[in-house]
């Protein structure tokens, strides 16, 4: 959206009058072999940490990134640990037990691959470096012009100052993580022409977990080494309802390679290919193959410190009426309830800082 | 005392008449060539002896002399602007004639695109040299009726741009530093307004625009590709008079006259846009847009005597840009908006001595300054990132004309230069660290000397010799880097520092240059052409199209100087008493030491540029036809080409290879190109323009794959530059009502009507790749000026 944004600006600034406009396009079909693509980290928090292998594919929304299964995945530490991590289904995803190895603030920490074609990929030595704490965590209210109208959308903009670390090299990635709770734990579709529902009561307390999956906020203390980090954009909290939003925000220390990677992905991902975009480059991570040094690897393997503060945002400030989401119907007399799952989408387990 | 002057000049030529004892039967015709309006001396005016074939040129002060057996002759005088002028003449002694040209602008046929006389294509020694009149630019139709210098030069043939609104302009094959821009001998260090749509030469006060593709003069030197000579009309010496116009974008307003009549006038020009109004009118996220500009040009004549001519030549023109997000930025700091300033400031102070009929000295001081600011006005995060280039030069050119068949040019030149890459500053309760990287200071020094030869009446040859050198000058630090490795902040062995004034590094070499016409027949020749050129100072970004902030770096211990060898080869033929032009042209260009960036660079803030950029070389080759018809009602040209750029960057080090070392095609690489431009002027008072462009697309960078990785989809490239933009062509159409100029009128004023882009046509102006579900495509192609855009422009003059 930000890109779109962006060459709204760029085209109109440059003449507020002409018309500019853009249009589906379809470029010659290009391919390549499907490469290995790595994703995973390990964190100081308690595990269990995750690493997803996938599989280059052809750049199009028809193909499919297929995932790499049967391979044996290693973690290791410099202090000598290590733990080979058991395939999750279906397929794909290789995760720690439970209890088992942990990410400790100070050890470098190695990841090696085996494929089932036997081919064997290694990372660099990530070292995992402690978090700096988040020093104070605010939201602002802001109507938003929506673009192309003269409406405005009210929200709060969420930032976080935090005080670097005296040492240069500080890099930094954030996520949120949003809880809300829920009377509603299943929605029964009773008739799919007309789209009636109704739906059923939890049987205990329950949080819907919200997080912003696909985005990457990366920072570095190249610009303000040593002191304050401020105004550090995390999210746009949304007028949903009047009711406190309640967030959970992670800073996380992350290495300069991987905030490398992570910055290009961004580039790449928003390059519009205009004259002023910085032209694309090869994104490669930090794993190598080990038994065919030609053979390019895609992703990243980290260590990252973490830590994480709450906030709650008060929304009662806000002008007119909230964007209402879908309204709960409960039928009289009460359905049986339904159990509140944990998921990555819903927890029966309530947040750290939670306050009814 | 103008009497006396000329007495003393007729005694000098009698003095030489009798020096000559030999050539007993032969008188000379003198005399000076001067506008019939203002007065004012034509330089450069073509005097042919019909039916002898012999060829004379006016001198700065247009004063010229023909040598001839006695015998009865018709003198043709020829210049661009003027009408031809026919003198009959009865030589059996020394003839003082004065000759007054009159403006061609009544007339109805007219040369549009013209280099100079109509036959001069084919007559001079130059090859791959353009010249146009302000008057045939203006009759291109223009976009959103601002006349553009830039612009017009993309209709002639080797010119290219990346893209519709780029800055800059590229020229067989080079990239857009590589052109030396001159605005009354200052250089332009950028030539655009609002990041590239318009360039900073306000029309109203241009002569000519001469550009030189091919045979650089060995006076030039400096830059790898071109020089682009803007020159500055010379002031009214005679009266009083106000000229102006109302656009969409600018406005413009200039006054020039006489202080002392015939000695001392002046001339001022200004053009301002005020567009804040239309970005209030548009959505509400774009509210906080700024583009505006101004740029203002004076200039001084002095003239004590017909020997001495003093000008001074100031220019001034700012840019304000002001985005409302931190996209073009290239700053990873958190900003609400974005402010781009630039500024360029010029003054040249000229003297020009005519010491005789033979010898003329021309002394130029040259300040030039280029600043370029980015800033951001949040308090916590507010920042102030400035750059700028001091050019300060002093040259001087003798010209010595011994006879018919020789003239001998030679000229000093010293140039120094500071850079300031970039200075970070934050603001008064600013986070942001501040950032000084040391300056780049050095001298580039040339000398030369060239003459032009008549060896016979059909064999001429400009041949010239340059020397330039750099020296590089304290303070500074320079790096070594560890010989095993690629040049990275992490393989520095050592640094060594070297005091101001110290200087720290030398490059340099000579600089041949070579142009021969040779006449085969009436209105025919071949001409060929060799020129190397050294380039000092280049622009370094990994953009496709520098912005007005990207960062200019002088060549250093590590940064090599660009070298350009050019061989050219052209056929010339007019027909139909030169109402018919046609010719083709060859060249092959090899640069030395052609710069790109590295994959993932980051040039703007990096201590040591060698760590981002790599140097390799690049080679370009083409062909150039253009059919130009120059009398009757309709007029016009075709010119097409054939140019391929490529550049191939090799390195022991993965790093630092460009697609593994292969050749690939340069960002500027179009292999076709065809313009054409008619006009159509039944009247006086009216005429019609249409201009047809088309050209290849320009390289991109394609993905060759998809991975998915943190739930987004990124895209993996490969190899630069391996796949192209569609095709572009657009129509334009232009109008022009003026006041029959046949009516003697004192104030005149015209319309011009234009329309861009008649058939609008959705050109590409980017592709750019994103997977959206909700879409079964995979790239979008976006267009700027997607649709017919018409204006209209007002000029007056007073």
Redesign the interface.
Known sequence: MKALIRLWVVAWALLALVLSCIREYQPASVSTSPKLIVEGQVTDQPGPYTVRLTRTADYSIRSINLLEEGATVILADDAGNRETLLEQAPGGTYRTRPGGLQGVAGRRYTLTITTRAGKQYQSSAELLTAAPPITRAYAEYRAEPLALTRSEVSGWDVYIDTKDPETPGNFYRYEWTNYQDTASCATIIDDVRTGAYHDLRCCTPCWEINRCYNCLNVNSDVNINGKTLSRQFIMRVPYTSRKTYYLEIEQQAISKGAYDFWKRVRQLTQNVGGLFDAAPAVSDGNLRCISDPAEPVFGYFSATGVTVVPLLVNRRNAPGPPDVSRPAIFRVPPDPCAVCENSIYRTPNRPRWWVD | MRLLYVLSVLACLFTEAVAQPKNATAYSATGYVRDAKTGKPIQGVNIVVINVSKGYVTAKDGFYVVTMPAGNYVLKFTHVGYRPRYDTISLQKLLFREVFMEDDAKDLEEVVVTSETPDRNVRKVEIGVSQLSIRSIRRIPPL?GEVDVVRSLLLLPGVTT??E??PGFNVRGGSADQNLVLFDDAPVFNSSH????FSVFNPDVVRDVTLNRGGVAAGYGGRASSVLDVKIKEPDAEKWSLNGGIG?ISNRLGVEGPIIKKKLSFLAAARASF?DF??K???????G?K?NFYDLTTKIKFQPSEQHTITLTGYVSTDV?K???D??S?????ASSTQFDYQTTNGVLRWNYFIGRQLNLATSVILSRYRANLSSP?S??A?DLRSGIWHRQIKTDLTYTPGDNHQWQAGLSAIDYLVQPNT?TPGPFS???P?DLAREQAYELAAYVQDEWKVNTAVSVLVGLRYSALLNRGPATVRTYLENGPREDETVSSAQTYEAGTVYHRSGGLEPRLSLRWSVGEGRSIKAGYSRLRQYIQQVT????A?PTSRWHLSDVYTKPQIADQWSLGYFRNTADNAIEASGEIYYKRIANAID?R??AELQLAEAVETQIVQGRGEAYGFEALLRKNKGRWTGFTAYTYARTFLTIDSPFPVERVNSGRAYPANYDKPHTLNALATYRPTAWFSLSLNFTYSTGRP???????????????????D?N??RIPDYHRLDFSMTFEQNPLKKKRNQSSWVFSIYNVYAR?N??????????R?????????????A?PSLTYNFRF
């Open positions: 959103m990346v893209g609104g780029a609002l990041m590239g749509f969409l567009n239309l970005f009118l548009a959505p509400a996220n774009l509210r847009t583009a840009f985005l409302a997000s996209s073009l290239g700053q990873e700091i958190n949040d916590a995060n920042f970070r986070n942001v660290l950032v990994n953009t496709t199209a912005l960036y994959d993932g991109i960078t394609q993905p060759y794959a998809r991975a998915r990785i943190n739930g987004v989809y990124v895209p993996i490239y490969v630069r391996q796949q959705k590409a102006y980017s592709i750019f790749y994103r997977l959206n579900p879409s079964f495509s995979d790239a979008y192609k976006l267009s700027i000026f997607a649709t855009f």
